[in-house]
């Protein structure tokens, strides 16, 4: 009569798991200030850190920000309201829709306005960029146009208010004494949920006038 043996057990190594957790991951993008491609977290044995140079492209900005000059490590992809929120700490300028239509995130360009929200930062260098802290006077004095803004109860919610502001001092820069009409389309890019357009063009007119 044969012997008989126990079945032979194999017993499977566990996968080795990668040490880069949920909270990890939160903090990267935070990090970043952009939304990053889930592959740079969850590739295969995840992704080196990224160096100044991706794909020919210079990571390392200089940018004229307000009258002075910030170096800054840019994305490829990134925007311009993005490197300025969350890069350089200007958190004035505002994200609303996010895909230029609201007109919360403006900023000038060389004293023309701009929604930054759909600017990458890469095509902005050389450039003078100039957002609402960039407007008032070195003792913290505010422009003329915040003032008229407050003055004529303009800001309700305040949300749009720094593209509201960014507006009308490009229009009054470039016409220092608008009409109404001429004023009310200067103003169009900007929407305001809380229904103020009365306030901030008397705000346009008010700082014309004192101006």
Request: proline share 5%; hydrophobic share 35%.
């Amino acid at each position: 009569m044969s012997e008989l043996h126990p079945p032979t057990t194999t017993v499977l190594a566990p996968e080795p798991r990668s040490n880069w957790s949920r909270r990890d991951f939160i903090k990267g993008v935070i990090a970043s200030g952009v939304t990053v491609s889930g592959v740079s977290y969850f590739g295969a044995g995840l992704t080196p850190r990224l160096s100044a140079q991706i794909g020919g492209v210079e990571r390392l900005l200089s940018l004229a920000v307000n009258g002075q000059t910030r170096r800054v490590d840019v994305l490829p992809g990134e925007t311009l309201a993005m490197t300025l929120r969350y890069k350089l700490g200007l958190t004035g300028t505002k994200l609303g829709c996010d895909r230029g239509e609201c007109g919360a995130c403006t900023v000038l360009l060389d004293g023309v306005t701009n929604y930054s929200c759909s600017t990458l930062t890469h095509r902005v260098r050389g450039r003078e960029i100039t957002t609402v802290e960039g407007l008032e006077g070195e003792d913290g004095t505010l422009h003329p146009v915040q003032q008229a803004f407050i003055d004529e109860l303009g800001p309700q919610c305040g949300f749009c208010t720094p593209g509201q502001v960014m507006s009308a001092v490009a229009l009054l820069r470039r016409n220092p004494n608008p009409t109404r009409a001429e004023a009310r389309t200067a103003m169009s890019g900007n929407l305001c949920r809380c229904g103020a357009y009365e306030h901030y063009l008397n705000g346009v007119m008010r700082a014309a006038q004192e101006a």
